[in-house]
């Protein structure tokens, strides 16, 4: 994942050359779902958006916002994943279930877990992850944070949920003065900083 500050500092100079007029606001959140026909996210917005290495995405509930209405005021355009937060330590999953529009917690059994993989990885790749197998109950994931491709043991009700909710959606900054429109956005995860 590229270094956030540099993208704290590029965003602040695009909202200064915004013009003048009453200030807004800016967020930074999770895309957990989003609707390309109405230009609707859901995000889990961060709560430590002080700190841009260490965000932590568990502010509740989530929003939605409606992407900048002039596509020249946005950036690539955002993956949706339900996966909130992941621990192999605690054994712990957070999700964004999009069936039931609810955050939960699923606990699991670690079956497998690969450390310092990156995303574009032969081996994530090849695993296809995020693919779920109803059948043994388990979950091969991705979680670009930590750079782990882990293998998890469900309950059979979280393994029946669709491949979507296991990956990790990409993380944005959106600029605001209405909270349910964004006038700017920048898709933090797949701008690329040189």
């Known amino acids: 994942m590229p270094a956030r500050p540099h993208h704290t500092v590029i965003f602040a100079l695009l909202l200064l050359a915004a013009g003048c007029g009453p200030l807004g606001q800016v967020e930074q959140g999770l895309v957990v779902d989003y609707d390309p026909e109405t230009g609707r996210l859901t995000?889990?917005?961060?709560?430590?958006?002080?700190?841009?290495?260490?965000?932590?995405?568990?502010?509740?509930?989530?929003?939605?916002?409606?992407?900048?209405?002039?596509?020249?005021q946005m950036g690539p355009v955002p993956d949706a994943g339900?996966?909130?937060?992941?621990?192999?330590?605690?054994?712990?999953?957070?999700?964004?279930?999009?069936?039931?529009?609810?955050?939960?917690t699923v606990e699991f059994e670690l079956v497998s877990k690969l450390t310092g993989?990156?995303?574009?990885?032969?081996?994530?790749?090849?695993?296809?992850?995020?693919?779920?197998?109803?059948?043994?109950?388990?979950?091969?994931?991705?979680?670009?944070?930590?750079?782990?491709?882990?293998?998890?043991?469900?309950?059979?009700?979280?393994a029946e949920l669709p491949p979507r909710t296991w990956a990790s959606g990409d993380e944005v900054r959106y600029y605001f003065k209405n909270p349910a429109q964004a006038l700017r956005m920048m898709n933090v995860t797949k701008t690329k900083i040189t």
Do not use: C, H, M
């Open 43 to 72: 995000l889990i917005l961060d709560s430590n958006y002080a700190d841009p290495g260490n965000p932590s995405y568990d502010r509740l509930p989530p929003v939605q916002v409606r992407v900048p209405q002039d596509p020249r």
């Open 117 to 158: 993989v990156y995303a574009d990885d032969r081996r994530v790749v090849e695993s296809g992850a995020p693919r779920v197998e109803p059948e043994q109950r388990t979950v091969t994931l991705y979680w670009p944070r930590t750079r782990e491709l882990v293998t998890v043991k469900v309950p059979l009700e979280f």
């Open 82 to 104: 339900g996966l909130v937060q992941l621990d192999t330590a605690a054994r712990k999953a957070v999700i964004f279930d999009a069936r039931s529009r609810q955050v939960r």
